[in-house]
């Protein structure tokens, strides 16, 4: 995949795991960071703990399904750390 499709997916990828698991703080750079960065783990883990084939590309459900679990669990590891740093 070329930088511009990586972006593209980010970009979606992190919205929809923003809106599906966040009250607010919907930033377009953000979502994005954690959109691309989530798409990094996901495939990852469809890759390497899964055992998975993943064909990386803007028209593949596999690619589209990791990269939203990679940014929820992005999000999820965020949120845990930022509650243990309050207590």
């Known amino acids: 995949m070329s930088w511009m499709e990586w972006i593209v997916l980010g970009l979606v990828s ?7 698991m966040s009250r ?6 953000g ?3 954690i959109g691309i ?3 990094y783990i996901g495939i990852w883990i469809v890759l390497h703990w ?3 084939t993943v064909r990386v590309g803007l028209l ?3 690619t589209w399904v ?3 679990g990679g940014a929820m669990v992005l999000l999820i590891g965020y949120r845990v750390l930022r509650f243990l740093a309050r207590r």
């Open 60 to 62: 593949d459900v596999t």
């Open 14 to 20: 992190g919205t929809l795991a923003r809106m599906a």
């Open 50 to 52: 899964m055992h998975g």
């Open 66 to 68: 990791s990269a939203i």
């Open 24 to 29: 607010g703080e919907r930033g377009l750079i």
């Open 31 to 33: 979502s994005t960071l």
């Open 37 to 39: 960065t989530g798409s």
